[in-house]
């Protein structure tokens, strides 16, 4: 009974009220679990690297080189927009120094998408 | 249709190099590389640009003056001093190939016209000893150091004046290889060396200022403490395509020899001030 709610509550992706008590459903868990991931692959000098040109607030010892990476979601109308922005800056802006993190796979797929989940939260 | 869009961008932005590469002289560039040092930091005087990141680096610059007193490159000129000096094998010194005798660094890089290539010092330096039936030397580490050093040191104070001769096309051909070079991204993580050098001079990576490109050429050899010893230009560059995670090219191979022709030209009219002394 137990596996088939906690499937269920996977299948529908969505929280969940049983007995009286609140379930945050697998989907939103995994969420987090990748927003946390993303950060230590974004602080990661040898994955994301953002610190070498972004400031992060709290991050120790920030570079200049790039705008603060804060108030992600007034400067991106969508979350497509920021992966694009960073899986190819160039797009946008052909002179930009960023490296194109998802078009040269600096980054794996799937530590590319935990950044993305990461930055979009800042 | 993205992929397209992508294509026509780099197809304009090939035709717009190609266009600006056409219509500028070497002279009109080197004004232009100079003018934007002194738009970008007005207070820096063009010549204190032989101090590297120190030329607009007020902390860093106490540091570095202070390691100066106890210069750490010190010992390598006096190797390098004994190496001029020692006979070959079959008696004969560098002095037989260099009579004007060591402080010949000015002369560096030159068009070699009967060779049709850009000759640099350590290159003939190396012929030197070929000639003399002696080992050539590495390019990057080791003794190569010393009398780079040494030769560095007796010609301070000489002015950077590299010379395009307009009588012989390859020579413009092959700075502009150069200055291709300096221009093209490479490398997984897409940098030209313009990016950091020249884009971005002055601002800081993690906790390091980007040293302007201007003067970058003429404090080498170098001792660096990153990297204990004396390293040369060549080694230098080296390093900067492994940390865009480009794959280096030879030492004085034609590659890095024409980047030197471009990139020593850029400074012309800066003192030489080798060797030096770099985090």
């Known amino acids: 009974m137990i596996g088939n709610t906690k499937k269920w509550i996977g299948k529908v992706g969505m929280i969940g009220v049983i007995a009286g008590q609140v379930l945050v459903s697998p989907t939103l868990l995994a969420g987090d679990a990748d927003v946390a991931e993303g950060k230590k692959i974004a602080f990661d000098r040898k994955k994301g690297n953002c610190l070498a040109c972004h400031n992060i607030s709290g991050a120790p010892s920030p570079g200049n080189i790039a705008p603060a990476l804060i108030a992600m979601k007034s400067r991106y109308p969508t979350k497509e927009a920021l992966t694009e922005q960073i899986w190819d800056a160039t797009i946008k802006n052909p002179e930009s120094s960023m490296p194109p993190f998802g078009k040269h796979g600096i980054l794996s797929e799937s530590d590319f998408k935990k950044v993305v989940e990461y930055v979009w939260t800042l | ?279």
Request: hydrophobic share 35%; proline share 7%.
């Open chain 2, 1 to 279: 249709m993205k992929q397209l869009f992508r294509k026509l961008t780099l197809l304009v932005m090939t035709c717009g190099f190609i266009a600006s590469a056409q219509a500028t002289t070497p002279e009109e560039d080197l004004a232009a590389f100079q003018n934007f040092f002194k738009k970008r930091f007005p207070n820096v005087e063009t010549q204190d640009y032989i101090n590297g990141a120190y030329s607009i680096d007020p902390v860093g610059r106490e540091n570095w003056e202070a390691i100066e007193e106890f210069p750490p490159y010190e010992p390598f000129i006096d190797e390098g001093q004994a190496m001029w000096e020692t006979p070959f094998a079959n008696g004969k010194t560098y002095k037989d190939c260099f009579p004007d005798g060591p402080a010949l660094a000015g002369k560096y890089p030159h068009w070699d016209k009967d060779k049709g290539m850009v000759m640099t010092l350590p290159l003939a330096l190396n012929n030197c000893r070929k000639a003399n039936g002696e080992k050539p030397m590495k390019y990057k580490k080791g003794p190569i150091n010393s009398i780079l050093s040494y030769l560095s040191y007796e010609s301070r104070g000489q002015v950077t004046n590299v010379v395009v001769p307009s009588d012989d096309p390859k020579a413009l051909q092959a700075y502009e290889d150069g200055k291709k070079f300096y221009y093209t991204r490479r490398g997984q993580l897409n940098f030209s060396c313009a990016h950091c050098h020249l884009q971005n001079a002055g601002m800081i990576l993690r906790t390091e200022i980007l040293s302007p490109a201007l003067g970058h050429t003429t404090h080498f050899p170098v001792y660096r403490s990153k990297w204990g010893t004396v390293g040369t230009l060549h080694r230098r560059f080296t390093g900067c395509n492994k940390q865009v995670r480009a794959k280096p090219f030879k030492a004085h191979g034609e590659e890095y020899r024409n980047l030197e022709y471009f990139l020593t030209y850029m400074s012309n009219g800066l003192p030489l001030n080798g060797p030096g002394a770099r985090k």
